[in-house]
T-cell receptor, first 111, second 115 residues
Framework: DAKTTQPPSMDCAEGRAANLPCNHSTISGNEYVYWYRQIHSQGPQYIIHGLKNNETNEMASLIITEDRKSSTLILPHATLRDTAVYYCIVSINSGNTPLVFGKGTRLSVIA | GAGVSQTPSNKVTEKGKYVELRCDPISGHTALYWYRQSLGQGPEFLIYFQGTGAADDSGLPNDRFFAVRPEGSVSTLKIQRTERGDSAVYLC?????????????FGPGTRLTVL
């Protein structure tokens, strides 16, 4: 079973920041938080991951609480192409460990 | 460079038939995964290869499902005596083992429909 809890759906206005929450209260000390997204009819796409510190890349920012029990993925300026299902996953090392997906959050970006 | 590719993109078969689904990982990636995704659900793990050997096949639902990776590159997922419940999108992913947090790169999937 997935170790994460996410809201089933969210809406966001185009051009605004999309903040997607994730709860992972049972995360272990050596587990990372990964975010993937899946645009309709495509395979999941890696977005970002982090252990303790906040992370930022060209796609998004990841904010992890100090107790590591929750995190937020931030898309700073959402576009229509960001409409997708977003999955928050905790994993020791996603390179050699199967990913356990939940149902994710379906983000709809609205013009 | 080229990403993970999967063929065919769509496969329609009849109940009881045998099917093979192919995955071409990113060149040089040593780890390869198969997942299955039913409508409205997240992907579910089936099997994981490190090189040529199956490191973890705990996700295979029953003995009708089998996968091989004979040369440590291309992999084939084989399903015998298909059932209507096998209908799903079958996803393949690959990763490069070595760095502490290698990520998995997914292919577009094969949509299997069993009539």
């Amino acid at each position: 079973d997935a170790k994460t809890t996410q809201p089933p759906s969210m809406d966001c206005a185009e051009g605004r920041a999309a903040n997607l929450p994730c709860n992972h209260s049972t995360i272990s000390g050596n587990e990372y938080v990964y975010w993937y997204r899946q645009i309709h009819s495509q395979g999941p796409q890696y977005i970002i991951h982090g252990l303790k510190n906040n992370e930022t890349n060209e796609m998004a920012s990841l904010i992890i609480t100090e107790d590591r029990k929750s995190s937020t993925l931030i898309l700073p300026h959402a576009t229509l192409r960001d409409t997708a299902v977003y999955y928050c996953i905790v994993s020791i090392n996603s390179g050699n460990t199967p990913l356990v997906f939940g149902k994710g959050t379906r983000l709809s970006v609205i013009a | 460079g080229a990403g993970v590719s999967q063929t065919p993109s769509n496969k329609v078969t009849e109940k009881g038939k045998y099917v093979e689904l192919r995955c071409d990982p990113i060149s040089g990636h040593t780890a390869l995964y198969w997942y299955r995704q039913s409508l409205g659900q997240g992907p579910e793990f089936l099997i994981y290869f490190q090189g040529t050997g199956a490191a973890d096949d705990s996700g295979l639902p029953n003995d009708r499902f089998f996968a091989v990776r004979p040369e440590g590159s291309v992999s084939t997922l084989k399903i015998q005596r298909t059932e209507r419940g096998d209908s799903a999108v079958y996803l393949c992913a690959s990763s490069l083992i070595g760095a502490e947090t290698d990520t998995q790169y997914f292919g577009p999937g094969t949509r299997l429909t069993v009539l």
